[in-house]
Nanobody, 124 residues
């Protein structure tokens, strides 16, 4: 059974930090591009950061570049999103997603597997 389990969400003040984790199981982790997406109330789901299958290419949504860092641990089948200097506009449900193959995309409909979501709330 494929599972993506996020953890690490919560409530943080402006300027604070959180680290999200996504533990993957049920598929060959190294064959998949891994992405973090977010969806704020009333807004479309957007790609925050994507790590290519070969782990040699990274995308960041422009508003998070320089503040967020995506990384992975192949041995633990886990992908992380370190979020620093958080802003109120970062408040959203954050989802981990996986896509098989060497191509990676920022469109959410290209991803097959999804986690249940982690709520991140940044208070001002």
């Amino acid at each position: 059974e494929v599972q993506l389990v996020e953890s690490g969400g919560g409530l943080v003040q402006v300027g604070g930090s959180l680290r999200l984790s996504c533990a993957a199981s049920g598929f060959v982790f190294d064959d998949y591009a891994m992405g973090w997406f977010r969806q704020a109330p009333g807004k479309r789901r957007e790609a925050v950061s994507v790590l290519s299958t070969r782990r040699d290419d990274i995308y960041y949504e422009p508003s998070v570049k320089g503040r967020f860092t995506i990384s992975s641990d192949s041995a633990k089948h886990t992908v992380y999103l370190q979020m620093n200097s958080l802003k109120p506009e970062d408040t959203a449900v954050y989802y981990c997603a996986a896509r098989r193959g060497i191509d990676w995309f920022t469109e959410s409909d290209k991803y097959l597997y999804w986690g249940q979501g982690a709520v991140v709330t940044v208070s001002s």
